[in-house]
Nanobody, 114 residues
Framework: QVQLVESGGGLVQAGGSLRLSCAAR????????MGWYRQAPGKERSLVAT???????NYADSVKARFTISRDNAKNTVYLQMNSLKPEDTAVYYC????????WGQGTQVTVSS
């Protein structure tokens, strides 16, 4: 089993920045890919960014050049640095880990005001 603990959400004005963190606990040695997904009201959960244990990354087109995902394998933590935030980035952000079983965090709210 893997537990994911997220932190770092909040309220920010458009153009601002936030950093999300997600710490993995438990059977961490089985984890390969970690990432972030988001779900806005009335919409399906969608990919934001993922990163493998080796450091390969993948981003949704809507966040490329604004968001950066990184990972500290020693701390079993994945980060999402979000810059130039837009109101359309408002959503609940969920941490995800794959081992290949899929695990989800509880979600953290990000609200971007215009």
């Amino acid at each position: 089993q893997v537990q994911l603990v997220e932190s770092g959400g909040g309220l920010v004005q458009a153009g601002g920045s936030l950093r999300l963190s997600c710490a993995a606990r438990g059977n961490i040695f089985s984890i390969n890919t970690m990432g972030w997904y988001r779900q806005a009201p009335g919409k399906e959960r969608s990919l934001v960014a993922t990163i493998t244990k080796g450091g390969s990354t993948n981003y949704a087109d809507s966040v490329k050049a604004r968001f950066t995902i990184s990972r500290d394998n020693a701390k079993n933590t994945v980060y999402l640095q979000m810059n130039s935030l837009k109101p359309e980035d408002t959503a609940v952000y969920y941490c995800n880990a794959q081992s290949p079983a899929v695990y989800w965090g509880q979600g953290t709210q990000v609200t971007v005001s215009s």
